[in-house]
């Protein structure tokens, strides 16, 4: 594969075994629109140029057969990665849950306990009750991402004592979500960890880990991303969020369990043919993407601190709890509610000299508040969350509301 | 196609905002005949939101016998969208009977019975050889269905090799059904994916259900990509494909040992029979067709199947029969 600088205004030129690439050069029209600084979540990630000369060049089979070698290769990088025996790409996060709960809860009557505020409970439909035929109970979610462990513990009905209980549900796996999401991206460290397989060693109860953002938690921690899921049974990774390939995500574990894995998937539809095409990329977000992390876990402590100073117009936000590359503030105001500072914020403004429009989620959490939410990602550069800032003091500032008086 | 999907313009799809799928979408539901379009990961996952959107828990959908929804798809109307499957007979062609439909349709003010609320077709049928549905046999059996009060859900996975067989307008074959499917990754050479097309409001719901199920993809549209250039030129070469399934079909009957009935030939599958005592058993066949380098899949006992696709030449056909020739004289003189 010959690699060059292209003509005037093309980026790359690529002369491989299927002909001449250009990848494509910048549309004339971007020039004259506004830039858009896109927070709402790091899913909004664009291939690079280098995904797409691999989806050029990818070489690929049939996967139903198991004869697509890119995925095949995938599929093993992930799980060495990982310290697993094997792993199953599949079409998303929720795909790769929802195939490992439905593996792990095999016979009838199983439940699945996870946290609150995890992704598996509020944002993937109950697909465990509606597709999978399985209970599944909450336990609280802490601040910091983790379960509450004693209130796991009484929760726990391990098959052993409650089989002969025709009350009970038998407890089979429990879902612990690493970065955790709705509590601001946060980290859960290998000592919890090692504090839940102690708790439910030797009870027939399994872990399964959604690491949608497990990179980023591995980055902020300094390890090596097996480390943080040692004790886990099985782990779902995504490739097309932080990581930036265009979709999916990989599921691992046993070699036996992604056997079972492999089965359910075909069954909710997601046995893909040549999918070579999106291995491709996803191996290069494996091994690349993931060592540039960091980057956006400093630009989401640059877009706090800049949040902080506004504390004085209502911005209320805990910069200790930004751990990775997501931020939600709250907004104690009394004339704006943080769907319409999203909103306003979303209308075309200007921050030094430039149109920018910028965009962020308004998000519930577990108290019933909506605050802000704002996830980096490669797309958002040093100078696009300076703008960001600037819009928003702009919006907040001129709105001439302030901080809500406190209850006294 | 590879050029187009490395080119191709995307965006994040949960939040509709990739402009590849949505000019596919838009561009499948036109030209068959229907308002909507919706990326899914396979023709599985289409039939399986079908099921999920037509279909209440305890329903129950009306399928040919030797439907794929039925054989191929790890029970997932049952397992996961809670219908039950009744079956009515396929003839030759793969076509089920207006009025086999009709007597399947139940009364569902009978708290014993549960409600017909799905018809499934399948054109072309793949376990009928490749058999072909004409637009009038399609109307007749949806007649009976909406007389009903069911809809009625098309797998068209290779409909475009039923357009082309029958010689009309796609649209012709799927306009009248309440939502149809068909798969972008057989013979018409994408990587991955089928498109499922219907009303604004059942895409709408299939959406969700889509999502729900795992196949909300993001920046897909790098395999929508390659579905648009599939539409514009992938579709007519499928009449090669069926000329060489013809011509496959005839050296294969003049093989001993083996029969093939040359009326099933109607689109690109070829079954054929391998005679157990002359030659030997299927799945035996099979394995020394493999040695000799021609890969065919099993259909049900003695019955073997062949599918021709835009890597298989005529002169390839030739090889394959001369082969297959070899292989079967092999083993009759072994056995």
């Known amino acids: 594969m010959e690699v060059s600088n292209g003509e005037e205004g093309m980026s790359m030129v690529v002369m491989g075994r299927y002909g001449v690439l250009y990848t494509k050069p910048r549309p004339k029209s971007a020039e004259t629109s506004p830039r858009v600084i896109d927070m709402r979540s790091d899913t909004v990630t664009r291939p690079t140029e280098e995904m797409r000369v691999a989806m050029f060049e990818a070489e690929v089979g049939d996967d139903v057969f198991g004869e697509d070698p890119t995925v095949a290769e995938l599929e093993k990088k992930a799980a060495e990665l990982l310290g697993k025996e094997a792993g199953l790409f599949v079409a998303s996060g929720t795909m790769g849950n929802l195939a490992a709960m439905m593996s792990h809860c095999w016979s009838r009557g199983e439940e699945v306990l996870a946290g609150d505020q995890s992704h598996v409970v509020l944002f993937e439909q109950g697909g465990a009750a509606q597709i999978g035929n399985f209970f599944l109970r909450t336990v609280r979610n802490l601040p910091d991402g983790t379960l509450d462990l004693e209130e796991l513990r009484s929760k726990l009905q391990p098959e052993g004592k409650v089989a002969g209980d025709p009350h009970k549900t038998m407890t089979r796996l429990i879902v612990v979500e690493n970065t955790h999401n709705m509590m601001g991206g946060r980290v859960i ?9 102690e708790l439910i060693r030797g009870l027939g109860i399994r872990i399964h880990v959604d690491g949608a953002r497990l990179f980023n938690a591995a980055t902020a921690l300094g390890l090596p991303p097996a480390e943080l899921v040692k004790h886990a049974d099985s782990v779902t990774i995504c490739l097309s969020k932080g990581l930036s390939a265009p979709a999916g995500s990989v599921l691992v574990g046993t070699a036996h369990f992604i056997s079972r894995a492999r089965r359910v998937r075909k069954s909710l539809g997601g046995g893909m043919r040549q999918v070579g095409v999106l291995a491709a990329p996803g191996i290069i977000a494996l091994e690349k993407m993931s060592q540039r992390l960091e980057i956006d876990h400093n630009m989401a402590k640059f877009l706090g601190r800049g949040l902080v100073s506004m504390s004085d117009l209502g911005v209320d936000l805990d910069l200790e709890a930004v751990e990775t590359n997501i931020v939600f503030f709250g907004l104690q105001r009394s004339d704006m509610t943080a769907e319409d500072f ?19 989620l308004p998000a519930r959490v577990a108290s019933g508040e909506v605050k802000v939410r704002a996830v980096l990602n490669h797309h958002v550069t040093h100078q696009g969350v300076e703008c960001a800032l600037i819009r928003i003091r702009e919006i907040l ?12 | 196609m590879r050029r187009a999907m490395a080119e191709a313009e995307v965006g994040d799809d949960v939040f509709g905002e990739d402009p590849s799928i949505n000019a596919l979408q838009e561009r499948a539901a036109e030209l068959l005949g229907q308002e909507a379009g919706l990326l899914t990961a396979s023709g599985t996952m289409s039939n399986l939101i079908a099921a999920l959107t037509w279909c209440s828990r305890g329903d129950e959908m009306i399928m040919g016998q030797e439907a794929h929804m039925f054989w191929n798809e790890s029970a997932g109307s049952s397992a996961l969208a ?14 089920i009977a207006a009025g086999d439909v009709a007597a399947a349709i139940r009364d569902a003010s009978n708290i014993h019975v549960p409600a017909s609320t799905l018809v499934c077709l ?6 009928c050889s490749g058999g072909v549905m004409t637009p009038q046999d399609t109307r007749e059996v949806v007649d009976v269905a909406h007389a009903a009060g069911a809809a009625v859900h098309l797998d068209g996975a290779r409909i475009f090799n039923a357009a082309v067989a029958l010689e009309v307008p796609v649209a012709e074959l799927t306009k009248d059904v309440d939502d149809v499917s068909f798969c972008l990754s057989k013979a018409l050479s994408c990587p991955v994916g089928s498109v499922l097309c219907g009303s604004e409001e059942f895409i709408t719901r299939a959406r969700k259900w889509r999502k729900m199920v795992g196949g909300g993809m993001r920046q897909a549209g790098v395999l929508a990509a390659a579905g648009l250039v599939a539409l514009d030129s992938m579709v007519e070469r499928l009449a090669d494909d069926h000329a060489n399934a013809r011509r496959l079909a005839a050296g294969l009957a003049d093989v001993d040992g083996l029969t093939v009935d040359p009326d099933s030939i109607h689109t690109n599958i070829v079954i054929f029979e391998v005679d157990r005592e002359a030659v030997g058993d299927a799945r035996e066949v099979i394995a020394a067709l493999r040695e000799d380098g021609v890969l065919v899949s099993h259909s049900r006992e003695q019955s073997l199947r062949m599918v021709t696709h835009r890597h298989i030449s005529s002169a390839d056909v030739d090889e394959a029969v001369a082969r297959v020739n070899g292989t079967v004289r092999r083993l009759a003189a072994a056995g």
């Open chain 2, 82 to 95: 809670g219908a039950q499957i009744r079956l009515v007979p396929n003839d030759d062609n793969g076509r």
């Open chain 2, 122 to 127: 399948e054109n072309t049928h793949n376990r």
């Open chain 1, 189 to 197: 460290r290998p000592e919890y960890m090692d504090r839940l397989a």
């Open chain 1, 397 to 408: 500032a001129n709105r001439g509301g302030r901080k809500r008086k406190q209850e006294t």
């Open chain 1, 342 to 360: 999203v909103a306003r914020l979303e209308k075309e403004g200007v921050a030094n000299g430039d149109r920018v429009i910028v965009k962020m």
